[in-house]
């Protein structure tokens, strides 16, 4: 059972505008959430994480946004750039376990 | 600095074979993870080092896995008897610390591609 859902395996917008990327979770011991993004041939790189204490957090034209009642998260980038065209991924993990939990990952392709 | 650094880059094998994969962590840090992507999937979490030691290998599918860290920093990932359904990337990461300090930054390899044959 996939405990982290991105339901979305693509994503297409245009440069400028705004991309947002959902995520599901089902595990209610989930403290921590990250997002990592992927470019083909490389490995994952961390991009923004939230604690479960905030229910936002931003990072230039990064903002990840929680919400604990329904189990969501998303990312959103404003503006989107062509460069931003990669795979995220959504991640959780558990207060004091420093494993990772993934999900399948949205591919983002922003076209100019 | 350098970061986490995986060889081989790829490794195409047949089935059946043995074959060792290698992660450099970043220096100094002591906690070294594997996690396995296969195709369509995000990665999965195999086995985490916590210096010497496999501190949590519940990800490691069967007994034909095995990992190593003998000195705290190099891990290798050994994989017996290869099968076909073991074709995946396999990513390794670092963090500083690991353990209860869940919220650090784990740092990622390019991974090691391996096809089975």
């Known amino acids: 059972d996939q405990q982290v859902k991105q339901n979305s395996p693509s994503l297409s917008v245009q440069e400028g505008r705004i991309s947002i990327l959902n995520c599901d979770y089902t595990n209610s011991m989930f403290d921590y959430f990250l997002w990592y993004k992927k470019y083909p041939a490389e490995g994952p790189t961390f991009l923004i994480s939230?604690?479960?204490?905030?229910d936002k957090n931003e990072d230039g034209r990064f903002t990840v946004f929680l919400n604990k009642s329904a189990k969501h998260l998303s990312l959103h980038i404003v503006p989107s750039q062509p460069g931003d065209s990669a795979v995220y991924f959504c991640a959780a993990s558990e207060r004091g376990y420093s494993t990772l939990t993934f999900g399948k990952g949205t591919m983002l392709l922003v076209s100019p | 600095g350098a970061g986490v650094s995986q060889t081989p880059s790829n490794k195409v094998t047949e089935k059946g074979k043995y074959v060792e994969l290698r992660c450099d962590p970043i220096?100094?840090?002591?906690?070294l993870y594997w996690y396995r992507q296969s195709l369509g999937q995000g990665p999965e979490f195999l086995i985490y080092?916590?210096?010497?030691?496999?501190?949590?290998d519940s990800g490691l599918p069967n007994d034909r896995f095995f990992a190593v860290r003998p000195e705290g920093s190099v891990s290798t990932l050994k994989i017996q008897r290869t099968e076909r359904g073991d074709s995946a990337v396999y990513l390794c990461a670092s963090s500083l610390i690991g353990g209860s300090n869940y919220q650090e930054t784990q740092y990622f390899g390019p991974g090691t591609r391996l096809l089975v044959l």
């Open positions: 080092f916590q210096g010497t030691g496999a501190a949590d």
């Open positions: 939230i604690s479960s204490i905030k």
């Open positions: 220096s100094g840090h002591t906690a």
